[in-house]
């Protein structure tokens, strides 16, 4: 067993092994669509890395996770800002047709914290307090990023029903 001071690198494989499945699909889920979610969750261990051991921090998971939606946030800021300068480029050409026109199109519109507590509570299973938790905010929080999630959801959706 290879060992770093009094830390092994067999823990820090392990605990990266039972964390990457969990991280994976959060980022898939609070990542644009443009960007893979192994290469948001490979940023947001580089980076820890950086500091310290995976080890070494009291809630690994949730400061991955946090990482990650940091991520995430900037390159949909950082797309958001391209697609704003295409935009004035083509000016008076026809917009680009929406390529997903579906659910999840309505689903990736809304911004990172709100989907990754929906994501969290809705899919995963986590209550407010602990969605907060990962995602760095306090419980009052996660409970106004689902509502407001929810809520753009149902008139996006609605909208469609009514224009359809």
């Known amino acids: 067993m290879a060992r770093t001071g009094t830390v092994s690198i067999d823990a820090e494989a392990q605990l990266f092994r039972e964390l990457y499945p969990s991280l994976r699909r959060f980022a898939a889920v609070v990542g644009p669509l443009e960007v893979d979610p192994d290469d948001l969750v490979q940023e947001a261990?580089?980076?820890a890395l950086q500091s310290r051991r995976l080890t070494e921090?009291?809630?690994p998971g949730a400061y991955l996770r946090r990482a990650i939606?940091?991520?995430?946030?900037?390159q949909r800021r950082r797309f958001a800002r391209r697609r704003a300068a295409l935009l004035r480029v083509r000016a008076g050409?026809?917009?680009p047709a929406d390529s997903y026109p579906s659910d999840l199109a309505d689903l990736?519109?809304?911004p990172a914290e709100e989907r990754?507590?929906?994501y969290l509570t809705e899919v995963e299973g986590y209550r407010y307090r602990e969605a907060g938790q990962l995602i760095g905010c306090s419980e009052a929080a996660a409970r106004k990023r689902a509502l407001r999630g929810r809520r753009r959801l149902f008139e996006a959706i609605d909208g469609e029903v009514s224009h359809g």
């Open 45 to 47: 261990v580089a980076r």
């Open 57 to 59: 921090l009291d809630q």
């Open 69 to 74: 939606l940091n991520l995430a946030s900037n």
């Open 93 to 95: 050409a026809d917009a």
């Open 108 to 110: 990736s519109r809304l």
């Open 116 to 118: 990754a507590v929906l």
